[in-house]
């Protein structure tokens, strides 16, 4: 079966940096996405990484080692608007697999 | 605006009925899935599409149904048969050749089974 594995929580200081990990095992390799998830609604697309390396985007970057099976996603300058829920998704088979994601908890 | 429709945003529904929730999109997308969301619990994938007429089941298809005549449509049936249906239920698609786009979600269908 695939595996997705992401820590549940994180809390930080607003204007601090949170790094978010997900490690992965999964029949075969497509991509890896990364969404934001604010309560009750839908996801939204953050960051998209399929070779290995650090994609930047704003405050956001995400970075990828396929050989360790392995991602995070690293929020820079936090808001109170970044609390939300961090979903590690990969591609693989057509498919796209999701871990259980991180709740992001920004404080004043 | 193009986008993906779900509707109704929240749905009551007694246990034993089945209940139909509708996905549509004008994006043009050729492919479309249906993802079930619990508490504490990643996206699960129920059913999915690659193309019109032609669905594949997922993790979790059990007690489930889909159809996709349009390209525009994908409606998920939860049948009597699902033992826990009551969850966050989450339709998205994507163009089949633009992977880096990743999917596009609909704002979901809150179902409650009472």
């Known amino acids: 079966g695939q595996n997705i594995d992401q820590p549940t929580e994180m809390t930080a200081t607003e204007g601090a940096i949170v790094q978010i990990n997900c490690t992965y095992q999964?029949?075969?390799?497509?991509?890896l996405f990364w969404y934001q998830q604010h309560a009750g609604e839908a996801p939204t697309f953050l960051s998209y990484n399929v070779l290995d390396g650090l994609e930047e985007k704003g405050r956001f970057s995400s970075f990828l080692s396929r050989s360790k099976g392995y991602s995070y996603l690293l929020l820079k300058e936090l808001q109170m608007k970044d609390s939300a829920s961090y979903l590690c998704?990969?591609?693989?088979?057509?498919?796209?697999?999701f871990g259980a994601g991180t709740t992001v908890t920004v404080r004043a | 605006d193009g986008g993906i429709t779900q509707s109704p945003k929240y749905l009551f529904r007694k246990e034993g009925q089945n209940v139909t929730l509708s996905c549509e999109q004008n994006l043009n997308h050729d492919a479309m899935y249906w993802y079930r969301q619990d508490p504490g619990q990643g996206l699960r994938l129920i059913y999915y599409s690659q193309i019109v007429n032609d669905f594949q089941k997922g993790d979790i298809a059990e007690g489930y149904s889909v159809s996709r005549e349009k390209k525009e449509s994908f409606p998920l049936t939860v049948t009597s048969a699902q033992k826990n249906p009551t969850a966050f239920y989450l339709c998205?698609?994507?163009?089949?050749?633009?992977?880096?786009?990743?999917?596009?979600f609909g704002s979901g269908t809150r179902l409650t089974i009472v």
């Open positions: 998704a990969v591609r693989h088979d057509y498919k796209l697999s």
């Open positions: 999964t029949s075969g390799f497509n991509g």
């Open positions: 998205a698609s994507r163009r089949s050749e633009a992977v880096s786009y990743g999917y596009t």
